[in-house]
């Protein structure tokens, strides 16, 4: 009887988490005691749900408990350690009872597992809903709003229609009125010209010089001035307006869209799979995925020079009457192309000078500074070929790679951005491949340029 007594005393400084003597004991704040190493473990894998809680009551802390070794229980298990009541004979009732705690232990996890599970489970729910809410708000919202802007449109296009018939109904009144007066004026004309001619075959000279004064008055001519005819461009100023205000409206949509589509983009970047396709071989199949682009002034160095309808770039020495922008590149002499790129895009560059960098990049990358995460090539937001006269080398977040192939004054860059697919090659009469990289691309991506001083670099026009 005194050994079991023992033995439910040694129970008493048991770690219910691994059901040994405590080691390092630690007591919480409800009271149960632990191994600190178990406990901490256990509390580990609450780290994510950022909830804390009591292996046997289940009390919960909102806050990861600071645990301190308490001495004393320390004290009272070396004690039991030293007195061999480890070794002691099992009993095998005791034993039953060790494996019956431990079963509830089990249990207990299992239960809270399953609870946590549960929780998981509902808050996937309440996300799956919260997801459908918002993309049904959205839709209804943007449906509202194009509705607006569509009925504004038409409302404004209506009012030019308006005014320009309105316009052409004064204009054509004036001038048919113009018309019949100068109709009038030939038809009297005409008549006096009879009269004159009658009155020229009159034999009776004193009949004649008795007529002639009333036949020969004329009434006064239509004043030449108000019969000027305009050219003929009545309404195209008007047109030009128009046409203005649309080029507008796409710049403004298209710079907009690109903010409103990328979170969908990079969703359908990270969840869609990518497609196996052939790859281009020769330019002409290259050609079938050209893509039109231009640069962006926003994010020009002030250095830097456009020009072509901002096709062209070239780096002068004075500095460009641009606004303070924070999209411009404020160090190096780098822009961005205001067209974002998915799926398979291919461009061409000519360049001349000491050297010119063709690069792609992600929108968020480092505009400020002069530190390397401003820099194509030196981050993992960027990758760029730097073409010097004589030499390549490819750079992406700041390792070098030497090519090894003589320069050309053109490059083409191919771009698979589902398949993670980036190509750089050298345009002569053959197409010859300098560096392909394969990677994942997360974000839609931007042709981007850096030059050095005197050098220029222009995007070709290939369609």
């Given at each position: 009887?005194?050994?079991?007594?023992?033995?439910?005393d040694r129970?008493?400084?048991?770690?219910?988490?691994?059901?040994?003597l405590?080691?390092?004991?630690?007591?919480?704040?409800?009271?149960?005691?632990?191994?600190?190493?178990?406990?901490?473990?256990?509390?580990?894998?609450?780290?994510?749900?950022?909830?804390?809680?009591?292996?046997?009551?289940?009390?919960?802390?909102?806050?990861?408990p600071?645990?301190?070794?308490?001495?004393?229980?320390?004290?009272?298990?070396?004690?039991?350690?030293?007195?061999?009541?480890?070794?002691?004979?099992?009993?095998?009732?005791?034993?039953?009872?060790?494996?019956?705690?431990?079963?509830?232990?089990?249990?207990?996890?299992?239960?809270?597992?399953?609870?946590?599970?549960?929780?998981?489970?509902?808050?996937?729910?309440?996300?799956?809903?919260?997801?459908?809410?918002?993309?049904?708000?959205?839709?209804?919202?943007?449906?509202?709003?194009?509705?607006?802007?569509?009925?504004?449109?038409?409302?404004?296009?209506?009012?030019?229609?308006?005014?320009?018939?309105?316009?052409?109904?004064?204009?054509?009144?004036?001038?048919?009125?113009?018309?019949?007066?100068?109709?009038?004026?030939?038809?009297?004309?005409?008549?006096?010209?009879?009269?004159?001619?009658?009155?020229?075959?009159?034999?009776?000279?004193?009949?004649?010089l008795?007529?002639?004064?009333?036949?020969?008055?004329?009434?006064?001519?239509?004043?030449?001035?108000?019969?000027?005819?305009?050219?003929?461009?009545?309404?195209?100023?008007?047109?030009?307006a128009?046409?203005?205000?649309?080029?507008?409206?796409?710049?403004?949509?298209?710079?907009?869209?690109?903010?409103?589509?990328?979170?969908?983009?990079?969703?359908?970047?990270?969840?869609?799979?990518?497609?196996?396709?052939?790859?281009?071989?020769?330019?002409?199949?290259?050609?079938?995925?050209?893509?039109?682009?231009?640069?962006?002034?926003?994010?020009?160095?002030?250095?830097?020079?456009?020009?072509?309808?901002?096709?062209?770039?070239?780096?002068?020495?004075?500095?460009?009457s641009?606004?303070?922008?924070?999209?411009?590149?404020?160090?190096?002499?780098?822009?961005?192309?205001?067209?974002?790129?998915?799926?398979?895009?291919?461009?061409?560059?000519?360049?001349?000078?000491?050297?010119?960098?063709?690069?792609?990049?992600?929108?968020n990358?480092?505009?400020?500074?002069?530190?390397?995460?401003?820099?194509?090539?030196?981050?993992?937001?960027?990758?760029?070929?730097?073409?010097?006269t004589?030499?390549?080398?490819?750079?992406?977040?700041?390792?070098?790679?030497?090519?090894?192939?003589?320069?050309?004054?053109?490059?083409?860059?191919?771009?698979?951005?589902?398949?993670?697919?980036?190509?750089?090659?050298?345009?002569?009469?053959?197409?010859?491949?300098?560096?392909?990289?394969?990677t994942?691309?997360?974000?839609?991506?931007?042709?981007?340029?850096?030059?050095?001083?005197?050098?220029?670099?222009?995007f070709?026009?290939?369609?």
């Open positions: 009887m005194a050994q079991k007594g023992v033995q439910l129970q008493t400084f048991c770690c219910s988490i691994c059901l040994d405590l080691n390092d004991p630690v007591g919480l704040s409800c009271g149960h005691s632990y191994c600190m190493s178990c406990i901490e473990k256990h509390w580990d894998g609450e780290d994510k749900r950022r909830m804390y809680s009591c292996p046997d009551c289940r009390q919960t802390f909102t806050q990861r600071v645990l301190m070794k308490n001495a004393m229980l320390a004290a009272l298990v070396e004690q039991l350690k030293k007195t061999g009541l480890q070794a002691a004979p099992a009993d095998h009732g005791y034993a039953g009872f060790e494996r019956q705690r431990e079963l509830e232990v089990s249990r207990l996890n299992i239960q809270q597992r399953i609870q946590d599970r549960e929780k998981d489970v509902k808050l996937l729910l309440q996300e799956v809903e919260a997801i459908s809410r918002s993309a049904d708000k959205a839709v209804e919202d943007s449906e509202k709003i194009f509705t607006q802007l569509i009925r504004l449109l038409q409302k404004r296009s209506s009012d030019v229609k308006q005014q320009i018939r309105s316009q052409q109904e004064t204009e054509v009144n004036r001038v048919t009125k113009l018309q019949e007066k100068l109709q009038q004026e030939i038809t009297e004309l005409k008549r006096k010209d009879a009269e004159l001619k009658k009155l020229s075959h009159t034999e009776d000279h004193n009949q004649f008795h007529n002639y004064p009333s036949v020969s008055q004329l009434s006064e001519p239509t004043d030449s001035s108000s019969i000027n005819i305009r050219p003929l461009r009545y309404f195209e100023d008007v047109s030009a128009v046409s203005e205000l649309r080029d507008l409206l796409q710049d403004i949509l298209r710079d907009k869209w690109t903010n409103i589509s990328v979170t969908e983009t990079e969703m359908d970047v990270l969840l869609s799979e990518p497609q196996p396709e052939p790859e281009p071989k020769t330019r002409t199949e290259f050609l079938q995925y050209s893509c039109d682009i231009t640069l962006d002034p926003n994010t020009a160095h002030s250095y830097l020079l456009l020009s072509e309808g901002n096709r062209k770039v070239e780096a002068m020495r004075q500095q460009q641009y606004s303070c922008h924070p999209d411009r590149f404020t160090n190096w002499y780098q822009v961005l192309s205001r067209e974002s790129l998915t799926g398979r895009c291919y461009w061409e560059v000519d360049w001349i000078g000491r050297a010119v960098c063709v690069a792609v990049a992600y929108k990358i480092s505009r400020r500074g002069d530190s390397r995460e401003c820099r194509f090539g030196f981050n993992a937001k960027s990758w760029m070929l730097n073409c010097h004589n030499i390549y080398n490819f750079w992406f977040n700041n390792i070098h790679t030497p090519v090894s192939n003589p320069c050309s004054s053109r490059v083409g860059v191919y771009l698979d951005h589902r398949a993670g697919i980036l190509s750089f090659y050298r345009v002569s009469e053959t197409m010859t491949l300098l560096h392909r990289v394969q994942t691309f997360t974000q839609p991506l931007y042709a981007g340029l850096c030059l050095y001083y005197g050098a220029t670099a222009e070709c026009q290939l369609k």
